[in-house]
């Protein structure tokens, strides 16, 4: 797993950032903003997937990085995280940011049928490469690099 994020390919077309909070809400504002850009960049046959990577990410990131606002209700003061989406000629950049220095363990032996877990196995699963890096003072970004080509 890389530790460093890759650069773009060719010239940025396109960015978008957005602070969620880690709360039923927070993740639903994550989805729509993921669709809606996607959308509007004319990636609407990357949503599905994209969309799923930035909810395992942000998911980690909640349960990880901020423990016990996961699934809360917009509680004052809960961990925020942050969604950065980085668009070049041939491939789409998601990051998410949290404030925990940790490095995301990735699992792939545990059981298809276990409830917790799989999580960067799906992000592993549908993204061509994706890493982690350390952000000083404290924190990390974890990536996930996937292609903008239409399938087959």
Known sequence: MPETMPQPSGA???SAALRVECSREG?????????DT???????????????VITELA??????????????TGTP?????????LLDPTHLLVTV?????????????????????????????LS?????????PAGKTVW???STCPPI
Request: net charge negative; with cysteine.
């Open 38 to 52: 996607l959308h509007v960049w004319s990636l609407d046959h990357r949503c599905d997937d994209t969309t799923l």
């Open 128 to 136: 061509e490469e994706w890493g982690w890096t350390p952000c000083p």
């Open 97 to 125: 940011s949290d404030p925990d220095d940790h490095p995301p363990v990735y699992a792939p032996t545990g059981s298809a049928l276990e409830e917790h877990g799989r999580g960067l196995c799906i992000v592993d699963a």
């Open 77 to 85: 003061g809960a961990a925020e995280i942050r969604l950065g989406f």
């Open 59 to 72: 998911a980690n990131a909640a349960t990880h990085a901020a423990p016990g606002t996961a699934g809360t």
């Open 144 to 146: 996930a690099r996937l």
């Open 12 to 14: 940025l077309s396109a």
């Open 27 to 35: 993740f639903a504002r994550a989805r729509s903003f993921t669709r």
